[in-house]
Protein backbone atom coordinates (compact mmCIF):
# COMPACT_ATOMS: atom_id res chain seq x y z
CA UNK A 1 0.00 0.00 0.00
CA UNK A 2 1.46 3.24 -0.74
CA UNK A 3 2.45 5.84 1.68
CA UNK A 4 3.45 9.00 2.70
CA UNK A 5 7.05 9.29 3.70
CA UNK A 6 9.45 11.83 5.42
CA UNK A 7 13.40 12.16 6.29
CA UNK A 8 14.80 12.43 8.20
CA UNK A 9 13.30 10.63 11.22
CA UNK A 10 14.79 13.20 13.59
CA UNK A 11 16.76 16.37 13.69
CA UNK A 12 18.69 18.26 15.60
CA UNK A 13 19.96 21.84 15.16
CA UNK A 14 21.61 24.88 16.47
CA UNK A 15 19.36 27.77 16.93
CA UNK A 16 19.61 30.47 13.87
CA UNK A 17 20.52 27.54 11.48
CA UNK A 18 18.58 26.43 8.51
CA UNK A 19 16.98 23.20 8.39
CA UNK A 20 15.30 21.18 5.02
CA UNK A 21 12.66 18.61 6.05
CA UNK A 22 11.67 15.89 3.07
CA UNK A 23 8.60 14.63 2.23
CA UNK A 24 7.61 12.00 -1.06
CA UNK A 25 3.99 12.14 -1.02
CA UNK A 26 2.06 9.03 -2.59
CA UNK A 27 2.45 9.44 -6.48
CA UNK A 28 -0.51 9.98 -7.85
CA UNK A 29 -1.76 12.86 -4.84
CA UNK A 30 -2.16 16.38 -6.11
CA UNK A 31 -2.53 18.02 -2.63
CA UNK A 32 -0.08 18.78 -0.25
CA UNK A 33 0.54 19.99 3.67
CA UNK A 34 2.79 20.49 6.28
CA UNK A 35 1.38 20.46 9.94
CA UNK A 36 3.50 20.55 12.98
CA UNK A 37 2.59 19.46 16.57
CA UNK A 38 4.84 20.74 19.53
CA UNK A 39 5.38 18.32 22.44
CA UNK A 40 2.01 17.19 24.04
CA UNK A 41 0.18 19.76 21.85
CA UNK A 42 -2.58 19.40 19.04
CA UNK A 43 -1.56 19.10 15.48
CA UNK A 44 -1.30 22.61 13.59
CA UNK A 45 -1.82 23.15 9.80
CA UNK A 46 1.44 24.96 8.46
CA UNK A 47 0.41 25.26 4.66
CA UNK A 48 -1.16 23.38 1.58
CA UNK A 49 0.43 23.55 -1.55
CA UNK A 50 -1.57 23.03 -5.13
CA UNK A 51 -0.65 22.83 -8.64
CA UNK A 52 2.77 24.60 -7.54
CA UNK A 53 1.81 27.20 -5.27
CA UNK A 54 0.32 27.51 -2.20
CA UNK A 55 -3.02 27.35 -1.74
CA UNK A 56 -3.12 28.56 1.98
CA UNK A 57 -0.94 29.45 5.06
CA UNK A 58 -1.54 29.79 8.77
CA UNK A 59 0.14 32.74 10.83
CA UNK A 60 2.47 30.25 11.86
CA UNK A 61 4.17 30.02 8.50
CA UNK A 62 5.85 33.20 8.57
CA UNK A 63 8.69 34.43 6.18
CA UNK A 64 10.91 31.87 8.05
CA UNK A 65 8.99 29.31 6.25
CA UNK A 66 8.98 28.22 2.89
CA UNK A 67 8.16 24.97 0.82
CA UNK A 68 8.92 23.98 -2.27
CA UNK A 69 8.62 20.65 -5.01
CA UNK A 70 11.37 20.64 -6.50
CA UNK A 71 10.81 17.87 -8.90
CA UNK A 72 7.65 15.50 -9.17
CA UNK A 73 7.86 12.97 -6.18
CA UNK A 74 9.39 15.64 -3.49
CA UNK A 75 8.19 18.03 -0.87
CA UNK A 76 10.18 19.87 1.15
CA UNK A 77 10.04 22.50 4.13
CA UNK A 78 12.33 24.93 4.84
CA UNK A 79 13.55 26.52 7.91
CA UNK A 80 15.70 29.78 7.25
CA UNK A 81 16.76 30.36 10.88
CA UNK A 82 15.44 28.59 13.73
CA UNK A 83 14.33 29.20 16.64
CA UNK A 84 13.86 27.10 19.48
CA UNK A 85 10.01 27.14 19.66
CA UNK A 86 10.44 25.35 16.17
CA UNK A 87 10.94 22.15 17.77
CA UNK A 88 8.33 20.03 17.10
CA UNK A 89 6.96 17.04 15.10
CA UNK A 90 6.46 17.90 11.90
CA UNK A 91 4.00 16.03 9.49
CA UNK A 92 3.58 15.73 6.06
CA UNK A 93 0.55 14.73 3.91
CA UNK A 94 -1.51 14.39 0.75
CA UNK A 95 -4.53 14.02 -0.86
CA UNK A 96 -5.60 13.13 -4.43
CA UNK A 97 -8.71 15.26 -4.50
CA UNK A 98 -10.42 17.33 -1.85
CA UNK A 99 -12.84 14.97 -0.80
CA UNK A 100 -10.44 12.57 -0.19
CA UNK A 101 -8.68 11.72 3.04
CA UNK A 102 -5.38 13.22 3.64
CA UNK A 103 -2.69 10.61 4.63
CA UNK A 104 -0.06 11.42 6.94
CA UNK A 105 3.51 10.12 7.24
CA UNK A 106 5.58 9.53 10.11
CA UNK A 107 6.74 12.50 10.99
CA UNK A 108 10.35 14.66 11.22
CA UNK A 109 10.87 14.90 15.25
CA UNK A 110 12.74 18.89 15.20
CA UNK A 111 14.61 19.59 18.14
CA UNK A 112 15.98 22.87 18.30
CA UNK A 113 19.07 23.87 20.85
CA UNK B 1 -13.31 29.36 10.96
CA UNK B 2 -13.51 25.96 11.48
CA UNK B 3 -12.79 24.65 15.19
CA UNK B 4 -12.94 21.07 16.96
CA UNK B 5 -13.18 20.11 20.18
CA UNK B 6 -12.76 16.79 22.79
CA UNK B 7 -14.11 18.08 26.04
CA UNK B 8 -12.11 14.86 27.67
CA UNK B 9 -8.10 14.90 27.92
CA UNK B 10 -8.40 10.82 28.85
CA UNK B 11 -10.83 7.97 28.85
CA UNK B 12 -10.26 5.04 30.50
CA UNK B 13 -12.31 1.79 29.99
CA UNK B 14 -11.73 -1.67 30.72
CA UNK B 15 -11.10 -4.55 28.07
CA UNK B 16 -14.74 -5.48 26.60
CA UNK B 17 -16.30 -2.70 27.67
CA UNK B 18 -17.64 -0.69 24.62
CA UNK B 19 -16.25 2.92 24.72
CA UNK B 20 -16.62 6.67 23.10
CA UNK B 21 -14.42 8.90 22.57
CA UNK B 22 -16.55 12.66 22.04
CA UNK B 23 -16.01 15.14 19.49
CA UNK B 24 -17.83 18.35 18.44
CA UNK B 25 -17.10 20.39 15.64
CA UNK B 26 -18.18 24.04 14.17
CA UNK B 27 -17.97 25.01 10.51
CA UNK B 28 -19.55 27.33 8.89
CA UNK B 29 -20.94 24.67 6.22
CA UNK B 30 -21.16 21.27 5.54
CA UNK B 31 -18.50 19.43 7.28
CA UNK B 32 -16.47 16.68 6.37
CA UNK B 33 -15.04 14.94 9.70
CA UNK B 34 -12.41 12.43 10.45
CA UNK B 35 -10.68 10.30 13.33
CA UNK B 36 -7.00 9.74 13.48
CA UNK B 37 -5.09 7.80 15.70
CA UNK B 38 -1.68 8.18 17.40
CA UNK B 39 0.31 5.78 18.85
CA UNK B 40 3.94 6.78 20.74
CA UNK B 41 6.44 8.23 18.43
CA UNK B 42 4.46 7.31 15.33
CA UNK B 43 2.29 9.57 12.63
CA UNK B 44 -1.44 10.08 12.52
CA UNK B 45 -3.42 7.14 11.22
CA UNK B 46 -6.74 7.77 9.62
CA UNK B 47 -9.35 5.71 10.91
CA UNK B 48 -12.70 6.58 9.39
CA UNK B 49 -14.37 9.47 8.05
CA UNK B 50 -17.65 11.24 7.38
CA UNK B 51 -18.94 13.10 3.88
CA UNK B 52 -21.74 12.57 3.46
CA UNK B 53 -24.46 9.91 3.06
CA UNK B 54 -25.35 7.49 6.11
CA UNK B 55 -24.48 9.48 9.62
CA UNK B 56 -23.17 5.92 10.81
CA UNK B 57 -19.63 5.27 9.35
CA UNK B 58 -17.29 2.42 9.90
CA UNK B 59 -13.86 2.24 9.61
CA UNK B 60 -10.62 0.81 10.49
CA UNK B 61 -10.47 -1.97 13.73
CA UNK B 62 -13.77 -1.69 14.44
CA UNK B 63 -14.36 1.89 14.67
CA UNK B 64 -17.50 3.71 14.44
CA UNK B 65 -18.26 6.95 14.21
CA UNK B 66 -21.98 9.12 14.71
CA UNK B 67 -22.53 12.22 12.62
CA UNK B 68 -24.64 14.40 14.55
CA UNK B 69 -25.72 17.21 13.25
CA UNK B 70 -28.07 18.74 15.30
CA UNK B 71 -25.76 18.71 18.27
CA UNK B 72 -22.92 19.08 15.62
CA UNK B 73 -21.01 15.82 17.15
CA UNK B 74 -18.84 13.58 15.57
CA UNK B 75 -18.47 10.66 18.62
CA UNK B 76 -15.95 7.76 18.07
CA UNK B 77 -17.37 4.38 19.50
CA UNK B 78 -16.36 0.93 19.82
CA UNK B 79 -18.59 -2.10 20.91
CA UNK B 80 -15.62 -3.85 22.73
CA UNK B 81 -12.46 -2.33 23.75
CA UNK B 82 -9.02 -4.07 23.41
CA UNK B 83 -5.36 -3.01 25.53
CA UNK B 84 -4.26 -2.36 21.63
CA UNK B 85 -6.40 0.66 21.39
CA UNK B 86 -4.50 2.34 23.94
CA UNK B 87 -3.38 5.70 22.20
CA UNK B 88 -4.14 9.08 21.59
CA UNK B 89 -7.23 10.31 19.50
CA UNK B 90 -7.60 13.47 17.09
CA UNK B 91 -10.88 14.10 15.62
CA UNK B 92 -10.51 16.66 12.67
CA UNK B 93 -12.77 18.88 10.66
CA UNK B 94 -12.46 20.69 7.03
CA UNK B 95 -14.66 22.49 4.50
CA UNK B 96 -14.44 21.09 1.20
CA UNK B 97 -12.60 22.71 -1.05
CA UNK B 98 -9.70 25.12 -1.56
CA UNK B 99 -6.79 23.66 0.44
CA UNK B 100 -9.25 21.68 2.33
CA UNK B 101 -6.67 22.17 5.73
CA UNK B 102 -7.76 19.91 8.81
CA UNK B 103 -8.42 21.30 12.18
CA UNK B 104 -7.70 19.40 14.96
CA UNK B 105 -8.72 18.64 18.34
CA UNK B 106 -6.69 18.67 20.94
CA UNK B 107 -6.61 15.16 21.00
CA UNK B 108 -8.13 12.24 23.65
CA UNK B 109 -6.06 9.60 25.37
CA UNK B 110 -7.83 6.45 25.53
CA UNK B 111 -6.23 4.01 28.05
CA UNK B 112 -7.75 0.70 27.82
CA UNK B 113 -7.31 -1.52 30.90
CA UNK B 114 -7.47 -5.43 31.61
Known amino acids: EPEVTQTPSHQVTQMGQEVILRCVPISNHLYFYWYRQILGQKVEFLVS????????KSEIFDDQFSVERPDGSNFTLKIRSTKLEDSAMYFC???????????FGPGTRLLVL | AQSVAQPEDQVNVAEGNPLTVKCTYS??????LFWYVQYPNRGLQFLLKYITGDNLVKGSYGFEAEFNKSQTSFHLKKPSALVSDSALYFCAVTLGGGGNKLTFGTGTQLKVEL
Open chain 1, 49 to 56: FYNNEISE
Open chain 2, 27 to 32: VSGNPY
Open chain 1, 93 to 103: ASIRGQTETQY
